[in-house]
């Protein structure tokens, strides 16, 4: 795991993931300035992430770690989904070697769609800028939770 705390001033970068089966929000966030900014939302092959659409972030960012929103009930119990998100993580581990941290996404989506019509109103609650912003705050949290 990476622990930012022992990173004496050295800037890192994350990749935060809000998966869905179908479409998985993305967005990178940093923490000199511990904020983070939607990128995209990938959409899915019949259920399944898109491998080389990530591959190709992963490559193009060069993350440190990759955080990934786990849904809960607001009771902390899992949900359907649940168990298919913590797979989505470990394969991501499995193929980049890279840290996963997994944070618990309640309300994000929820947030994200409060955040946009703030911004844009009913035109910008598309379902892509929706996921990426949910990731954005998942980023978010994690960082805010990471702060020196």
Do not use: C
């Not at 001033?9 to 993931?17: C, E, I, R």
């Not at 080389?52 to 990759?66: G, T, V």
């Amino acid at each position: 795991m990476i622990n930012p705390d022992n990173t004496q001033n050295k800037s890192l970068t994350v990749l935060g993931f809000d998966y869905g089966t179908q479409s998985t929000g993305v967005a990178i966030g940093q923490t000199t300035t511990h904020t983070a900014r939607p990128l995209t939302a990938l959409k899915s092959q019949n259920g399944a992430p898109n491998w080389p659409k990530i591959e190709k972030l992963i490559q193009n960012w060069n993350p440190n770690a990759l955080i990934v929103g786990i849904p809960l009930n607001m009771d902390g119990s899992t949900q359907p989904i649940t168990q298919s998100v913590k797979e989505f993580s470990q394969e991501l581990q499995r193929r980049f070697n890279l840290p996963v941290h997994e944070i618990d996404e309640r309300l994000t989506t929820i947030e994200a769609r409060h955040q946009i019509f703030e911004e844009k109103g009913y035109k910008g609650l598309s379902k892509s800028a929706i996921d990426a912003a949910a990731a954005t705050i998942i980023v978010e949290n994690w960082l805010k939770t990471h702060r020196s």
